[in-house]
Structures are given as C-alpha cells and as structure tokens.
C-alpha cells in the first residue's frame, strides 16, 4: 500500500477551475492504476476518474467528462486532476487511490481527501 496525499481544493466560482495532484511516496505507484473519486455530503462516494499505470488510457464519469483531465507524472510520483467548468454540484471532498481497471473499483487506502467547493 502506498500512501497516497490529496491537495489542490479550495473555493471557487462556477465556471471556474481548480488543479488537483495526488502525491505518493513510493516508486510503487509506477505500477498502479489510479482514480480519484468524491463523496458529496450526504451522498455515497462516486467514481470520477481514472488513469492506467502507463498513463495511456483514462476513463471519466459521465457527469465529468469533457469537463476533467486526469493525468500523472510518474518521474513525480503525482497524478493529477484538472477540472474545468466548475458547477456547484462538483463540491465534494476528492479523495485519490488505486483502482482496478477496467471496473474502476478502489483498491488501495483511502487519504484524507482534499475539499472542493464551488459556489454558483
């Protein structure tokens, strides 16, 4: 397991955007399969994107799509998040981990996710 840091959140306007990155510790996340996800209050935590370990492949919730960028930078041990077009139904905590593909099912520990709030 990889210890997986969250950062980036904050407050923003709709329409806005916000960068995410997602910082692990170890070469190990050279291999894994990565996502972030995000849990809205009251509400289940859901599936937002994901990126395979070459980075070669990327898989995006219907409700992100067109919207959100994911990638990563494996000489950085980062993957990020890129949102743009920001809507009020977007403020969650984002949360980063292992998944497996192509059932995008977290794998790994949960971080303590990073908060993302957009006002409309």
């Known amino acids: 397991q990889v210890p997986l840091a969250e950062s980036g959140g904050g407050l923003v306007q709709a329409g806005g955007s916000l960068r995410l990155s997602c910082a692990a510790s170890?070469?190990?996340?050279?291999?894994?399969?990565m996502g972030w996800f995000r849990q809205a209050p009251g509400k289940e935590r859901e599936f937002v994107a994901g990126?395979?370990?070459?980075?070669?492949?990327?898989f995006y919730a219907d409700s992100v799509k067109g919207r959100f960028n994911i990638s990563r930078d494996n000489a950085k041990y980062t993957m990020y998040l890129q949102m743009n077009k920001l809507k009020p139904e977007d403020t969650a905590v984002y949360y980063c981990?292992?998944?497996?593909?192509?059932?995008?099912?977290?794998?790994?520990?949960w971080g303590q996710g990073t908060q993302v709030t957009v006002s409309s």
């Open positions: 990126i395979s370990w070459t980075g070669t492949r990327t």
């Open positions: 981990t292992n998944i497996g593909i192509p059932s995008m099912t977290p794998s790994g520990p």
């Open positions: 170890g070469r190990t996340m050279l291999t894994y399969n």
